[in-house]
């Protein structure tokens, strides 16, 4: 199994930038798809970005397209989370996680593995 451990996030103001950080050990970080979710209060869990496992190909949700960079690192084993321009409806509690198999990229589900969870506060 693989473990993240997750660091960045914090309080910006609207239109600011925060990178987020998912550090990978265990099992080789280059096997796995990843992906960022987040979930905002009182809201289900919703797809952000994800990659594949060479970092060649990313997908987004419409919502952070153009705004977000999502990539990784196989050497360092980290996957981040480049997100410009922010919004305050981005506010919401970031998750990285793994996928194993990488079957339907924009699903919770898919996922095996999950970082502990990392606030974003946009203030408007």
């Known amino acids: 199994q693989v473990q993240l451990v997750q660091s960045g996030g914090g309080l910006v103001q609207a239109g600011g930038s925060l990178r987020l950080s998912c550090a990978a050990s265990g099992r080789t970080f280059g096997n796995y798809v990843m992906g960022w979710f987040r979930q905002a209060p009182g809201k289900e869990r919703d797809f952000v970005a994800a990659?594949?496992?060479?970092?060649?190909?990313?997908k987004y949700a419409d919502s952070v397209k153009g705004r977000f960079t999502i990539s990784r690192d196989n050497v360092k084993n980290t996957l981040y989370l480049q997100m410009n321009s922010l919004k305050p409806e981005d506010t919401a509690v970031y998750y990285c996680?793994?996928?194993?198999?990488?079957?339907?990229w924009g699903t919770g589900t898919s996922y095996d593995y999950w970082g502990q969870g990392t606030q974003v506060t946009v203030s408007s």
């Open positions: 990659i594949n496992r060479s970092g060649g190909v990313t």
């Open positions: 996680a793994a996928s194993t198999y990488g079957y339907d």
